[in-house]
Nanobody, 125 residues
């Protein structure tokens, strides 16, 4: 199994940027596809972005396309979510998640077996 620790959240103003990090320990990080999901207050968890094991494939929710960038550094067992031009609708708890590469659809939360503890992102207007 792999353990995930996500970090980098905070309180920012609309238009600002944040970079979230996801640190993986345990099994070989490069065996896993990685995604970010988020959950806003009183809303269900939603897909944000995902990346294949080698970074060749990236996938984004329409709401973040062009503003967010997912990346990974397998040598450091890390994944990242660069978030630019944030707006109040991006306020949520952000979770990184991992699944064995090829284990299922990138955008479905039930694909992912391993989850970070979440990091809070609050965007003020």
């Amino acid at each position: 199994q792999v353990q995930l620790v996500d970090s980098g959240g905070g309180l920012v103003q609309a238009g600002d940027s944040l970079r979230l990090s996801c640190a993986g320990t345990g099994r070989t990080f490069s065996n896993f596809q990685v995604a970010w999901f988020r959950q806003a207050p009183k809303k269900s968890r939603e897909f944000v972005a995902a990346i294949s094991w080698n970074g060749a494939g990236t996938y984004y929710a329409d709401s973040v396309e062009g503003r967010f960038t997912i990346s990974r550094d397998n040598a450091k067992s890390m994944a990242f979510l660069e978030m630019n031009n944030l707006n109040p609708e991006d306020t949520a708890i952000y979770f990184c998640a991992a699944a064995q590469q090829g284990g299922g659809a990138y955008t479905r939360s039930d694909t992912y077996r391993y989850w970070g503890q979440g990091t809070h992102v609050t965007v003020s207007s």
